[in-house]
């Protein structure tokens, strides 16, 4: 199967920092692409789909370049609470969901 | 909201037992998904079904089998289980081609 890949960190930031993380994935047939947060213990839960014109919502932005088929997530005027696990996750043709294996934030005051 | 339901949060097994995973989910998804996660290898796919008694195997599907009779539940089934089948257990539900929602998974331990 088809690989998602991202640097799994740890990113060590401060508050206040502006932090990006990069996925790429192999399946150019790849139709849906989403960034999910996962705390410790906890089950993961959906941030934002990536849209293929880039998207906001807040102080997460997300872009797609399928050209090059990466994905990445950015992170502005970073908080204790955004301290976790971000996982990268494409489809596999419409149907299967594929996880990267996740990179870690912790952001630090 | 989205709800999807496991049936435990945590669930010990003998080795050579056969155990039941079930999942629920209340918001008409055509898509379920059964991942397990494990440390330092990320949430890897078993199973998945995009309709009623369909299904498909992801990357590691041997040592288990579906079940999907209706369509807001998905069970998973270790037909014999053994120790290296203790993980995290995380069911999924989603819309065709969106984001999924997960339950809150169940950690079972095999001894």
């Known amino acids: 199967r088809k690989e998602v890949e991202q640097d799994p960190g740890p990113f060590n930031v401060p508050e206040g920092a502006t932090v990006a993380f990069n996925c790429t994935y192999s399946?150019?047939?790849?139709?849906?692409f989403f960034w999910y947060r996962q705390d410790c213990r906890k089950e993961p839960k959906l941030l934002m789909s990536?849209?293929?014109s880039g998207n906001e919502d807040g102080r997460f932005t997300a872009q797609l370049n399928r050209a090059s088929q990466y994905i990445s997530l950015l992170i502005r005027d970073s908080k204790l609470s955004d301290s976790a696990t971000y996982l990268c996750v494409v489809d596999q043709a419409g149907t299967a969901l594929i996880f990267g294996k996740g990179t870690t934030l912790s952001v630090s005051s | 909201d989205v709800k999807v339901t496991q049936s435990s949060r945590y669930l010990v097994k003998r080795t050579g037992e056969k155990v039941f995973l079930e999942c629920v989910q209340d918001m008409d998804h055509e898509n379920m998904f059964w991942y397990r996660q494990d440390p330092g290898l990320g949430l890897r796919l078993i199973y998945f079904?995009?309709?009623?008694?369909?299904?498909e195997k992801g990357d590691i599907p041997e040592g288990y089998s579906v079940s999907r009779e209706k369509k807001e539940r998905f069970s998973l089934i270790l037909e014999s289980a053994s120790t290296n089948q203790t993980s995290m257990y995380l069911c999924?539900?989603?819309?065709?081609?969106?984001?999924?929602?997960f339950g809150q998974g169940t950690r079972l331990t095999v001894v």
């Open positions: 990536v849209y293929s």
């Open positions: 079904s995009y309709d009623v008694k369909m299904k």
């Open positions: 399946n150019s047939a790849s139709q849906s």
């Open positions: 999924a539900s989603s819309p065709r081609a969106s984001g999924a929602f």
